[in-house]
């Protein structure tokens, strides 16, 4: 749920050094069940305990992941080093266990969606910009939801099928298939649908062609081949141009739009914002699109995914960032 896969978009190939990469045996049917009896356990002491209790608890579990797997934070140091470089060694290590407090915040929600209903909604989220989304959509192409890892991913989208209507989601399956089974019956219990891989293309210009929204996390690390290198905090970025391209085939409306945790109001505030004005090109609109992302992270440091290897793929000739070591293209 809170992992950051390195694959910018259904149609590329999944990121890896530019180095050979061990190959990868067969999952077995053992290790499936035992992450899933754990994760599963995890989620209803979440779902079945009182609120207060349900963010102790989550708390807890994202102090046991950070001790546990020490690399997901020293990611996070290398990049907040190599982004904004103007913080010090503090600063850093504040903005780091903010994120895990966000991840933490997130488990809880996505535990919660069973009891989450339009009708208490508004004690878990409220929208900003919604008109931008109305507009967008009287427009009659469809809307493109340029979204990221920033707070609440999950709960913005499953909470726009309650402010509005279902919409399609572009995903990536788990590893696990027991796990991702259950992942899926929650994303889709207001309504909303899961793309996956298979002719993803094909069928976002399809609910674009029916006036529908798509979702898709635009901020991932992408494979060499399927990339463009933008400018993301100073440092080139791969990115999927597929997005661009998708919005200039379909003359779909772009909205960026972030859940944002509100300490003041102890909620989330999803942000719908202006339309980003496509021009065509698809390299200058994906740099437009991360251009955006960006602004948002730098307002909300504490709330980005840090600990996933954003800079993965580095441009012909670059050196690796984040060590030699090949690892599994899906990992964090």
Excluded at 38 to 55: I, N
Excluded at 57 to 65: D, H, P, S, V, W
Excluded at 71 to 78: F, M, N, P
Excluded at 222 to 233: I, S
Aim: hydrophobic share 45%; proline share 7%.
């Amino acid at each position: 749920m809170y992992r950051a896969h390195e694959e910018s978009s259904p149609s590329s190939t999944p990121a890896c050094e530019l180095k050979p990469v061990a190959r990868v045996h067969p999952r077995s049917s053992i290790r499936n069940l035992l992450e899933y009896l754990l994760a599963l356990s995890a989620l209803k002491s979440l779902e079945w305990t009182p609120l207060p209790l349900s963010h102790e608890l989550a708390r807890g579990y994202t102090r046991l992941l950070d001790l546990l797997i020490p690399r997901l934070r020293r990611v996070g140091e290398q990049n907040l080093a190599m982004a904004m470089p103007e913080l010090d060694a503090a600063a850093r290590r504040t903005i780091l266990n903010g994120v895990f407090h966000s991840i933490a915040r997130l488990l809880v929600t996505f535990a919660k969606f069973p009891s989450i209903r339009s009708e208490n909604l508004d004690r878990w989220i409220r929208a900003e910009g919604y008109e931008h989304f109305e507009n967008a959509l009287r427009a009659g192409h469809g809307v493109l939801f340029a979204t990221a890892h920033l707070g609440n991913w999950e709960l913005s989208a499953y909470a726009h099928a309650l402010f509005a209507s279902p919409m399609n989601v572009v995903v990536r399956p788990l590893d696990n298939p027991l796990i991702d089974a259950v992942v899926e019956r929650r994303r889709t219990l207001t309504g909303n649908s899961i793309l996956g891989k298979k002719d993803f293309a094909r069928s976002i210009l399809k609910a674009l062609a029916a006036n529908e929204a798509v979702g898709i996390l635009v901020d991932q690390n992408t494979a060499l081949d399927a990339a463009v290198f933008v400018d993301f905090f100073g440092i080139p970025a791969s990115a999927a141009n597929s997005f661009a391209k998708l919005a200039h085939h379909s003359g779909a409306a772009v909205i960026p739009g972030f859940a944002i945790w509100s300490d003041q109001e102890q909620r989330y505030v999803l942000r719908f914002g202006p339309p980003i004005p496509m021009t065509g090109d698809p390299e200058r609109d994906t740099q437009a699109i991360h251009r955006l992302v960006e602004a948002a992270i730098r307002e909300h440091p504490d709330q980005w995914l840090w600990i996933h290897r954003r800079w993965k793929t580095r441009p012909p000739g670059a050196p690796a960032l984040y060590g030699s070591v090949p690892v599994r293209p899906e990992s964090v």
